[in-house]
C-alpha cells in the first residue's frame, strides 16, 4: 500500500462523506487513558463522522475491555506451529501489534493492500491479544505460567467441544464496521502464516449503538437486558476486579487481564414457548426495561427479601440474579463484555446462536469461577442454554510506544 | 406483548437516548413513494437518533429494493410443506405481511414477547418477499406463473449447491441493527410454522454507512468499490430498468420486480496474492477510490478505447468493467444490492467468504442472464470467484393499506 493510496482513500473519504473533522477528531484524539475509546466521552454531534472513533493502541490496558461493545466482532483462536519457538512467537507479535496498531489508526498495515476498510475510518477498532496455557509450554516459558491460567474446572453442565476450545494465542476483534472486522481478522491471520494456525474462529454481533452519549445495556437473543450490574470504570474497585494490579504476580502480567471465553448456545426455541411472566422468573427481572422484579427501574439494586402480594419471593429462589451479584459471591465480580453469534441452523432446526461469553477479570478463581460454581449448581437459566466451547487467556497489559504486546513476558 | 411492554419499551429508549424525535420522526413519516427509506432523504441531524430510521411497509413497490444497503442481512428460503396449499399459502402471508408491517414501524408483532428487538426502533428494518417458480406449482397456480420466472440458464462457472439454492419462498430481510434482523428472522420462521419450512437461511453484512447524507458506494470484501454503475432511482428508465410496469404481464406482478440471488465466494487467498496492479487489471478500476482506469473519478464514465502510453488498452480486453455495463450488453442493467458473507472457514483453511450478490430487474431475461453470460465467457474476474448457490424470484409490487404481500396472485 503506497502513501498515494491512503491519499486516495482519506480523500473519498473527506470528499463524499463530508465531515473535515471525520479523520481529524479520531487521529487527533490519542494518549487517553488505558486504551479506553479516547473519543466516546465526547461523541461527535454530526453524523458524517461515521467511522471516525479511534481507540488507542498504547496504553495502560490493551483495548477492547473497557471499550464500549462494538457491533461487529472476531474471535479467532491460534496454536502455534510445531515449527515455532519462543523466537518466532516473539517475531509474531511483533507483527501483529504493528498491525494492530495501524488498524486501529485506520491506516492500512504495512504490506496489505486489500483495501477492505478503506475509507472506513478507525471505526472503534480494537484488537486485543491474549496467551492461552499451551504457548507457556510451548515456547519454553514455563516458569512464567500464571498460577490464573490453570485449567477451568469442569461444570456439570458443559458439553465443550475441544476444537472450538483453547487456543496457544487468542485475539479479540471488536469493531463498529463488519468490513473493518473482518479485514483486521485477514490481516492479522496472513500474519500468522508459518508461526501458527487457526485453531477457532467465530463472528459475534451487538445493537449498534454508534456514538450515542450514554449507551443502554445490551440486548442479548433472549431478549433480555444484559449487563446491567456490570462493574463501572467509575466504580472505586474497578481497577480491583478487572485487572492485575501493577505489582501483581507474574510481573508481566501488571495491568492485565483475564479472558474467560464461553460459547453459550442458547436454546431458543424452548425459551421462546416460556410465557414472558416465566421467562421473567427465570432472570428476576422485568425484560421490558431490566427492573428486578422486586421493584424499581434498570439500575435499582435487587431486593432479594422483597416478597409480593400473594408472600412468595418477589426474586425466585432459584432466579439468575440472585446467584450472579457479587454480594453473594465473596465479592467476585468480572467485566461481561459478549457478542451474540447466529450461525445458521442445527440439523434439528434448532438454531445455533447464543452468546459468545467473554468475561474480564483480575483473576478467574475470585471471578468467573465461584459465579459459574454457583449457576451450575442451582441456575433456573441452565436450562434453557449449552456451555459449547471454553477457553482461558492471560491478556497482559497495554504495549508503551515502542513496544509490542507481550514484550514482557517474551524478552524479559 | 401487551401494550404496557411497548410503553416501557419507548420510555427507555427515550429516557437513555434522549431523542424527543427517536421514534417521532421515523414514525410520523410514512407515504414516501415506492417503499423506499423514507427518512433517509432527510436524515437526521443527531446522534441520539440511532435505530429511529423507519421505512414504509405499504407502498408502489416493495421495501428493501430502492432502500439504502443496511449493514446486517438475513436471507432465507422456505419451502411449502406437503400439506400446504393455496390457502394456507395466503395465511401465511398475511400473517407475514402483519408481522413485517409491525416490526418495520419498530412495534412488536402478534404474539411475541421475546423482546429481542425492544428498545431498537425501527432500524432501516425492511422485509421484502418472493415466490419461487416451485410455489405456483404446490399452489395449483402454474397459470399465474410469469414468463421471467423460468430457469436460468447454466453458466460454465456455476458450481451449485442445491439445497442452498431455490425454495418457494424468499424473505430477505435488512437492517442497521443486526439483532432487529435476528429478531425478524425467527418471528417470520415462527410464523411459518406448519406451512412452510426453512430451506436455506444466510446472513450478511455491508459497511455501516448510517444515516449519512450521501452514502458511499460499498465496498466488497476483496476491497473493490462495487456498484458505481448501479442505475440510480433519479435516472429516467431506473423504474422502466428495475420494476415490472403497471400494465406488464402477469397483471399481479404490477411495480413489482425480479432478483437473481447467487451466493458467489470469493477466492480470497488467491486474490490477495495478486498485486494491486494486477487486481486493478482484473477489475479495470483503481482500487483507491473506484476510478476506471481510463482516467477521472469514480463516477467518470469508463472510456473503453483508452491506451496507456505504451499504447495498451487502458482497460484490459477482459476486465470486469468492460464486460458489465449497459451499453456492451443491448441496455441491460439491474440493481444490485448485495451483502458481503463470512461463515468461518472452509476445511482447506480458506474462508468462507464472499457476496450473497442480489440484483433486482423489470426482466431478468435482459438484465441479469445477458451480462452474466458475458462475464461466463471472459471476465478475467472469474479466475477468482465461484458462484455457489443460485435463485430467482418473482418480487410483486407492494401492498396498499389493507392488503397482503402477494394478495393479487393468491386471491384474484
Redesign the interface.
Known amino acids: 500500500?503506497t502513501d498515494?493510496?491512503t491519499t486516495?482513500?482519506r480523500?473519498?473519504?473527506l470528499g463524499?462523506?463530508?465531515a473535515a473533522g471525520a479523520t481529524g477528531i479520531a487521529l487527533g484524539a490519542t494518549g487517553g487513558v488505558a486504551g479506553a475509546a479516547v473519543t466516546r466521552d465526547d461523541?461527535?454531534?454530526?453524523?458524517?463522522t461515521?467511522?471516525s472513533t479511534a481507540v488507542a493502541f498504547h496504553g495502560r490496558h490493551q483495548s477492547g475491555i473497557v471499550t464500549p461493545q462494538q457491533?461487529?466482532g472476531q474471535l479467532v483462536a491460534f496454536d502455534l506451529t510445531p515449527a515455532a519457538g519462543r523466537k518466532e512467537a516473539a517475531a509474531l507479535l511483533r507483527r501483529w501489534s504493528r498491525a494492530a496498531e495501524r488498524m486501529m489508526a485506520g491506516d492500512p498495515p504495512d504490506g496489505d493492500?486489500?483495501?477492505?476498510a478503506?475509507?472506513?475510518g478507525p471505526?472503534s477498532l480494537t484488537v486485543t491479544f491474549g496467551f492461552g496455557r499451551g504457548f507457556f509450554e510451548r515456547t519454553g516459558l514455563e516458569a512464567r505460567l500464571p498460577d490464573a491460567l490453570r485449567p477451568l474446572p469442569e461444570f456439570s453442565a458443559d458439553a465443550l467441544d475441544e476444537d472450538r476450545s483453547g487456543g496457544d494465542l487468542w485475539i479479540q476483534i471488536g469493531s463498529?464496521?463488519?468490513?473493518v472486522a473482518?479485514h483486521a481478522l485477514?490481516v492479522l491471520q496472513?500474519d500468522a502464516a508459518g508461526t501458527a494456525?487457526?485453531r477457532w474462529?467465530?463472528?459475534g454481533?451487538?445493537?449498534?449503538?454508534?456514538?450515542?452519549?450514554?449507551p443502554?445495556t445490551q440486548?442479548n437473543?433472549?431478549?433480555?437486558v444484559d449487563g446491567t450490574n456490570n462493574p463501572k470504570p467509575s466504580d472505586e474497585d474497578f481497577d480491583k476486579r478487572v485487572f492485575v494490579p501493577a505489582d501483581g504476580s507474574p510481573d508481566w502480567m501488571a495491568h492485565g487481564s483475564y479472558a474467560v471465553f464461553r460459547r453459550i448456545r442458547m436454546l431458543?426455541d424452548s425459551w421462546?414457548e416460556q410465557?414472558?411472566a416465566e421467562?421473567e422468573k427465570v432472570i428476576g427481572r422485568?425484560?421490558?426495561?431490566g427492573a428486578p422484579l422486586s421493584g424499581g427501574t434498570?439500575r435499582t439494586p435487587v431486593d432479594m427479601t422483597a416478597r409480593t402480594g400473594d408472600g412468595d419471593l418477589a426474586i425466585a429462589a432459584d432466579a439468575h440474579v440472585r446467584i450472579t451479584p457479587p454480594d453473594a459471591n465473596q465479592g467476585a465480580a468480572m467485566l461481561r463484555r459478549p457478542f451474540?453469534y447466529?450461525?445458521?441452523?442445527l440439523d434439528d432446526?434448532a438454531?445455533d446462536?447464543g452468546l459468545l461469553f467473554i468475561a474480564w477479570q483480575a483473576d478467574p478463581l475470585t471471578g468467573f469461577v465461584p459465579v459459574q460454581r454457583r449457576l451450575d449448581s442451582g441456575d433456573a437459566l441452565s436450562r434453557f442454554i449449552r456451555h459449547e466451547a471454553s477457553a482461558l487467556f492471560a491478556v497482559p497489559g497495554g504495549p508503551g510506544k515502542g513496544e509490542y504486546v507481550g514484550q514482557r513476558l517474551l524478552e524479559a
Chains 1, 2 share one sequence.
Open positions: 500500500m498515494d493510496d486516495f482513500s480523500r473519498r473519504l463524499t462523506v463530508g461523541p461527535p454531534t454530526d453524523l458524517a461515521v467511522g457491533a461487529a493492500h486489500s483495501g477492505v478503506l475509507d472506513a471505526s463498529d464496521d463488519g468490513l473482518f485477514r496472513r494456525r487457526v474462529q467465530m463472528s454481533f451487538n445493537r449498534s449503538l454508534g456514538a450515542t452519549p450514554e443502554m440486548r437473543l433472549m431478549g433480555q431458543l421462546d410465557s414472558r421467562q422485568r425484560k421490558s426495561d434498570e451474540s447466529h450461525d445458521g441452523f432446526g438454531p446462536a
